[in-house]
């Protein structure tokens, strides 16, 4: 990753060490750079606390800040703003793949420095960086005598005292998931008044009502449990970090400090899809030359283990066979797809999987398939194979195979892997150094730390990871540019199963909650969308050109066409199905992305250009409803001619009757032109613009 020379750095420190007087508040602020949102921090009472404006309006009221920890006297009152300094930076830094290739840092920075009122050697930071989208704090609590019991400096969290008390909650609408679910992040986004909410995940997602739209979510989340959301008062979220099995939710020492929490800011929805301040709040890339990183499209053997025409375990329908394998293989070459994932290759899938914990190997493979040939065969037709390890929630089994497994993945040219931790939320079972058997949460500080661990053993041999059942994604691919995706929200399996489907507004509503946090492996591309009958409740809620938008739409840098491969073919076994070319010529690598219109859960378009070359892409999605879209294409480099390829819903598409109706049609145009379209009821288009010569 290069991080280019700062454009201009101006560094304007103001060390201003203030009187500590218990009878007045002392303040500290800082705006944007571009002066429309004011940060302001206050040791009123001896309790720190914050608010925020956004163009003069208060987007956070008076809001506590603090931390309190087991056996010790945190930082919750007291206290007194001792220092504070402010910096400024603006640089451009490159992603080795991403949405965005460049990317811009500007902000203002402010430093807090809290001392405790009747011990002025009791120290609490406050690091505030404001941008132009939105905002990020974080508290730094250096070394220190007196603060620790423990010689070596550990200290237990037991709570962290952060509100973002947000105005006129009856007014404000909100778009949310429940935190401590036993589906952990698979649930369906609610749309309710604030007042409504009790625990949330984030990101989370609101309108005030003035329009602006804001997104509370935390950045580089290393070594700390995840910040969740509690109304606790009207409009008061106060940050509820996930504890452990022991009800402590953060081991630490002294010289730590947290993830940044984050507050964007839009005056419009699309703006939220267009922030990169998550990415911007976490450390450089720490991998060095990532060159062995693939962005690219996978098939696989998955889709048919969810509508059961095949089985991970063994018997007449196991679908890991090297036979099948080799077919994928020969299809993934034939159409251009880099890689193909097989799943239930390895023992320990008979039975019950879900319980098979402790049982999985993941060094042997079945009977019925042969890592090193399939590997072989991929490797002679350009094919790379995607390798597999669902834990079942078993973590100590996983940690103690890693090494070996992951070492058998790099003999065999396995450059990404697939991990999987199913279990219900609360109940990932790992031994602790005592021996004792123990569960947490997927998103407690053990777990947090566990996948970074997974990422790094994987870093270390030059393989990539796509976690399924992860933690909420915080920005962390800047610095591991190998954790290239993850799931972490209701994926297209659910439709399947169908318990229930997912409903037309769902990868709408994913677009502006869960994609604000990073890439998804949704896994889009159905073409059979309605496999057991459009009557069946196990069906994709949406139509076939929704299905395409959903590449553009759902940003990730690895994307999987689902469907079974014979469903991407018509009957004569050669010629590929309408529509298929899109998911041949689609990129899953920008150099720039811009959401171009959209409402939260409503509709939304995204156009985005691919790197190392002309041609721009853009998907657009609807809810249940259907809706005409006016489309400018001022985002097209001016000057120049484009063939646009256009895949879109026709004048009967419906999603219950005929999803599969889709107009697939070409015309030229250029930035200063605006295409029409009508999405279907749960409805999309796809767009290619080929830059013509
Ligand atoms: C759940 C994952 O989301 C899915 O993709 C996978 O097929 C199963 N677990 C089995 O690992």
Redesign the pocket.
């Given at each position: 990753m290069n991080t280019t020379p700062a454009i201009a750095r101006a560094l304007l420190v103001s060390l201003c060490c203030l009187a500590l007087s218990p009878l007045h508040a002392t303040t500290a602020s800082r705006t944007s750079p571009d002066g429309a949102i004011s940060f302001v921090v206050s040791d009123e009472g001896g309790m720190p606390s914050y608010t925020v404006t956004y163009r003069g309006q208060e987007v956070i009221r008076k809001s506590a800040l603090g931390l309190e920890f087991k056996d010790v006297d945190g930082f919750v009152r007291d206290l007194q703003i001792a220092a504070q300094s402010n910096t400024s930076s603006d640089s451009t830094w490159e992603q080795p793949w991403g949405e965005q290739r460049l990317v811009r840092d500007q902000h203002n920075e402010l430093l807090v420095t809290f001392a405790g009122a009747h011990n002025p050697r009791k120290l609490l930071r406050l690091r505030v960086r404001l941008f132009d989208d939105g905002l990020g704090f974080r508290y730094e609590v250096p070394e220190q005598k007196g603060l620790s019991k423990q010689r070596d400096g550990r200290l237990e969290i037991i709570d962290e005292k952060t509100e973002f008390a947000l105005p006129t909650p009856d007014k404000t609408t909100a778009w949310w998931i429940g935190s401590y679910s036993w589906k952990s992040y698979?649930q369906l986004y609610r749309t309710t008044p604030l007042a409504a909410l009790d625990r949330a995940d984030t990101p989370f997602t609101c309108r005030l009502p003035s329009g602006v739209h804001v997104s509370i979510h935390e950045a580089a989340l290393v070594d700390y449990a995840s910040m969740t959301l509690d109304q606790r008062r009207d409009g008061v979220l106060k940050a509820d970090l996930i504890p452990w099995h022991d009800g402590i939710r953060v081991k630490t020492r002294l010289g730590f400090r947290t993830p940044w929490r984050t507050v964007q800011i839009s005056p419009d929805a699309a703006g939220l899809i267009n922030s990169r301040l998550i990415l911007n709040l976490n450390e450089p890339n720490k991998l060095g030359d990532v060159s062995w990183v693939h962005p690219g499209k996978y098939v696989g053997i998955?889709w048919g283990?969810?509508v059961g025409t095949y089985t991970?375990g063994s018997g007449p329908k196991h679908g890991a066979t090297t036979a099948n394998a080799k077919r994928h293989i020969d299809f993934a070459a034939e159409h251009g797809f880099g890689s193909v994932l097989v799943?239930?290759w390895n023992v320990g899938w008979d039975g019950d999987?879900f319980g098979n914990g402790d049982v999985f190997s993941f060094t042997k493979s079945m009977p019925d398939f042969d890592l090193a040939e399939v590997a072989r065969y991929g490797a002679s037709k350009g094919v790379h194979l995607i390798g597999?390890h669902?834990t079942?929630g078993s973590v100590t089994n996983y940690r103690n195979q890693m090494g070996a497994a992951l070492d058998l993945y790099k003999r065999h040219g396995v450059t990404q892997v697939?991990t999987?931790y199913?279990a219900d939320g609360g109940t990932v079972r790992h031994t602790d150094e005592k021996g004792i058997l123990r569960q947490e949460w997927h998103d407690g500080q053990f777990m947090v730390n566990e996948y970074l661990y997974s990422v790094t053993e994987a870093a270390a041999r030059h393989i990539s990871v796509d976690t399924?059942?992860p933690v909420k994604d915080t920005g962390l691919r800047r610095t591991y540019p190998n954790w290239l995706t993850r799931?972490g929200a209701r994926?297209q399996?659910y439709n399947a199963w169908g318990s229930p489907p997912n409903p037309p507004e769902h990868t709408v509503l994913l677009a502006f909650t869960r994609l604000l946090a990073g890439p998804m492996?949704y896994?889009p591309g159905l073409f059979n969308l309605a496999p057991n009958g459009l009557a069946a409740e196990n069906r994709v809620q949406g139509t076939l050109a929704k299905e395409l938008a959903l590449y553009v739409v759902l940003y990730s840098p690895v994307h999987m066409a689902a469907d079974l491969i014979e469903n991407y073919v018509e009957p004569d076994g050669k010629t590929t199905k309408p529509g298929f070319q899109f998911i041949v010529d689609v990129p899953t690598d920008w150099e720039s992305s811009r959401a171009v219109a959209g409402e939260v859960g409503d509709y939304v378009a995204i156009a985005r250009q691919e790197r190392n070359g002309p041609d721009w892409y853009l998907g657009a999605i609807t809810d249940e409803f259907a809706r005409e879209l006016v489309l400018p294409l001022d985002f097209l480099a001016p000057g120049r001619s484009y063939e646009a390829q256009i895949y879109r819903d026709g004048p009967l598409t419906h999603w219950r009757t005929r999803p599969n109706d889709l107009v697939c049609e070409k015309r030229v145009v250029t930035a200063q032109d605006r295409l029409e379209f009508r999405l279907a009821d749960s409805g999309g288009v796809a767009i290619r613009f080929r830059a013509m010569k």
């Open positions: 698979e998955w283990m969810h991970w799943e239930g999987w597999h669902e079942s697939k999987g199913v399924h059942e799931e994926g399996e492996d896994t």
